[in-house]
């Protein structure tokens, strides 16, 4: 734990000491997230975005599917296996083409109550297969193989006193940090850095949606580069069980 908080904080503090080298970018991030339960072991998991760029709406940025088979250890505790593909619209480094990459993730994800205020962490291994491009305007045959591991913190804090139950607000604060393993990254180890602040409305104990903003830093390939994003965060979540009254504990 102490090696992953340590990890958010050097990409925190790279985001600082290199603000003013970055392109700056606006978007809307919008997203539905599922997990739906089967049975005390098992469920699966569905989360689907599409994300515009160009100030907040002009052009599409990236259309993702993922989807995962969910082993739960306890309610608070579960692991997932799963296959992402990802579309990358027209941008920088193919201009003319779009770019799809498909990716394999493993996560162990985990909860954590103090009192009416939550926790939610997961840390996420991804291996990445990003279709190579040639001459920044057609596909190349063949694709680039990168590994990155990211870890997720989100805190979520009650505005009601009854605490987080139907009709009512809670404050989220949510920090993601990406790290690069893949040898093929020489200049850029440190991958992105992403911080939410906003508020979730919760329509009943397994729906909420999140709106809020979010800035993205990330480090481009070249190492001395880099984006600032600026977002708008739009997330649905819904959370789901089917399992029989009398099979729960």
Not at 105 to 117: A, D, E, F, N, V
Not at 147 to 152: A, F, G, P, T, V
Not at 179 to 201: P, T
Request: hydrophobic share 40%.
């Amino acid at each position: 734990m102490k090696q992953l908080l340590l990890m958010c904080l050097i990409s925190t503090s790279l985001f600082a000491q290199n603000a003013r080298q970055a392109t700056d970018e606006s978007q809307v991030w919008m997203g539905f997230f599922n997990q739906t339960r089967f049975s005390n072991k098992w469920g699966v998991w569905g989360d689907f975005h599409f994300r515009t760029t160009e100030h907040f709406v002009k052009e599409p940025s990236k259309g993702i599917i993922r989807l995962g088979l969910m082993y739960y250890f306890n309610d608070d505790l579960k692991f997932t296996n799963g296959y992402a593909f990802i579309n990358h619209f027209p941008e920088e480094g193919h201009a003319h083409v779009s770019q799809p990459e498909h990716r394999i993730w493993h996560q162990l994800q985990w909860h954590t109550r103090y009192g009416k205020i939550r926790t939610m962490q997961w840390v996420r291994l991804e291996e990445r297969f990003r279709r190579k491009i040639k001459n920044d305007n057609e596909l190349a045959e063949g694709y680039r193989f990168d590994e990155r591991i990211r870890y997720n913190f989100m805190l979520t804090i009650p505005l009601s006193k009854k605490g987080i139950v139907a009709k009512t607000l809670s404050a989220q604060l949510n920090n993601e940090a990406m790290i690069n393993l893949s040898k093929n990254n020489v200049y850029n180890v440190f991958d992105q850095n992403r911080l939410f602040l906003g508020l979730a409305y919760n329509f009943n104990s397994h729906t909420n949606l999140q709106v809020g903003y979010m800035n993205v830093y990330q480090q481009l390939a070249a190492g001395n580069r880099f984006k600032n994003i600026n977002a708008i965060r739009l997330f649905f979540f819904q959370n789901l069980d089917f399992r029989k009254q009398g099979v729960k504990h």
